[in-house]
């Protein structure tokens, strides 16, 4: 039996999110469909992802792992997983994973990004990855509350209701709010792990504070009881991209530049 480790790329606009769900279309139920016809199984498999992204939500490094004992090559898995799924969904990377590695248990961080189209219209080519707001934003104020959230806090009133985790302290290690070009924002958030809609609501909160619906002062309040009712309203999830997965103990291998950059740990396959 071996480990192998995938780096994934998707939109999600078609997706109810990563988690598999019997009715629903997912992202992880996708990839299991996929492994398990190239794996030529009907049997339990688990594709087990860093990430459980919301509905909506895209992804430039999700990564995951499954375990398999066939005698499939790496190759064979990025060229069979990427023609057996929609074309919104790209395995970018495949390599053995080491010992004890775990997709989910082994990070120790991840960056969100979320884009913001600061404008009165509609944006004709990234409609379906931004957060159109049409009100103007103060930078000033929402680059004053980001600083606010960032170091270690209870974010007890950032996260939804049906949130599961057992302790709500986190810590933010980098929140920026970036001109990313005329009339796009984007706000950046490094944290070493996070609770359910917690950016999203981190995100709802600074545009709330930007527009002046809400003073800067109440996020005091929000930390210090918890209450959700007192932080802003939860972005919507189309603006949302999981960018990045640290995973510290277990590096990936270097790109093969004779695969055309795919990251393989097997040279010479393909």
């Given amino acids: 039996m071996v480990r192998i480790r995938l780096h994934i790329a998707y939109r999600g606009t078609a997706y109810h999110g990563w988690q598999i769900q019997p009715e629903d279309r997912t992202v992880e139920g996708e990839l299991t469909r996929a492994v398990k016809t190239v794996l030529g199984t009907d049997g339990p498999v688990k594709v087990q992802g860093a990430s459980r992204t919301d ?6 490094g999700q990564v995951a792992h499954f375990d398999h004992e066939s005698p ?7 060229r069979a997983l990427n023609a057996l ?3 919104d969904i790209c395995v970018t990377r495949a390599e053995l994973a080491g010992e004890g590695f775990h ?20 944006h004709p080519f990234s409609g379906d990855r931004v957060w159109q707001m049409g009100s103007r934003l ?5 680059r004053q509350a980001a600083g606010k959230m960032v170091g270690t806090h209870d974010f007890g009133g950032f996260r939804t209701a049906g949130c599961d985790s057992p302790t709500t302290v986190r810590e933010m290690r980098r929140i920026e709010v970036i001109e990313a070009g005329p009339s796009m924002l984007e706000v950046e958030v490094e944290g ?10 981190m995100v709802g909160t600074l545009v ?3 527009t002046g619906r809400m003073p800067l002062e109440r996020l005091d309040e929000v930390f210090e009881t918890g209450d959700r009712r007192q932080a802003g309203q939860t972005a919507p999830a189309c603006g949302l991209t999981l960018e990045r997965v640290f995973y510290p103990d277990y ?3 270097e790109p093969q530049p004779e695969l055309g950059g795919a990251y393989l740990s097997e040279v010479g396959e393909g």
């Fill in 55 to 60: 509905a909506g939500v895209h992804a430039l």
């Fill in 138 to 142: 103060d930078l000033g104020r929402m």
């Fill in 72 to 78: 499939r090559r790496l190759w064979d898995f990025v």
């Fill in 192 to 201: 070493t792990a996070f609770l359910k809609h917690m950016v999203r609501i």
């Fill in 251 to 253: 590096p990936w291998e």
């Fill in 208 to 210: 709330d504070i930007g």
């Fill in 85 to 87: 799924t929609d074309e």
């Fill in 103 to 122: 997709a989910r248990h082994s990070a120790r961080g991840k960056i969100y990004r979320y884009r913001i189209w600061n404008h009165r219209f509609d």
